[in-house]
């Protein structure tokens, strides 16, 4: 057995924003997210809680935001997947990463990258947006029956 009880949040490196100062609020995580220079932390109650730099209000949650499942931080905006497959997004949209598709839903995985977000849909199909430098928010036209996705900072990954 560990010495930290299940939900607790463990944080080691550069404190250079604040990332490592977790705040009481986030114990109890079931999931957690590291981004640039900030934190995400899903709780069991569908709750999230965010810590570190926050100068584009990338750990500023949205007033009720509730049935939370996932998140996912890039470089200065957080992502959120809620219950009913909707995505909500927050912080930098400087290059429409933060812009979610109001028609955008049946979400089962997200992933935030550089300056770009993914979303998987529950029918195998990925969804992009934001920063296309190098085509990273231009899905191939042929990419389908996908089972998971990552965002790094310049591409992207599929299975």
Known sequence: AGVYAAGTVVAWGSNSYGQLNIPPAA????AVVAGWVHNLAVKADGTVVAWGDNSLGQATIPPGLADVVAVAAGTSHSLALKAD???VAWGSNGNGEGAVSPGLKDVVAISAGYLHSLALKRDGTVIAWGF???GMASVPPDLADVVAI???YLHNLAL
Do not use: K, M
Request: proline share 0%; hydrophobic share 40%; net charge neutral.
């Open 27 to 30: 114990r109890g995580a079931t």
């Open 85 to 87: 497959g909707a995505v």
């Open 132 to 134: 296309d430098l190098g």
């Open 150 to 152: 990552s965002a790094g």
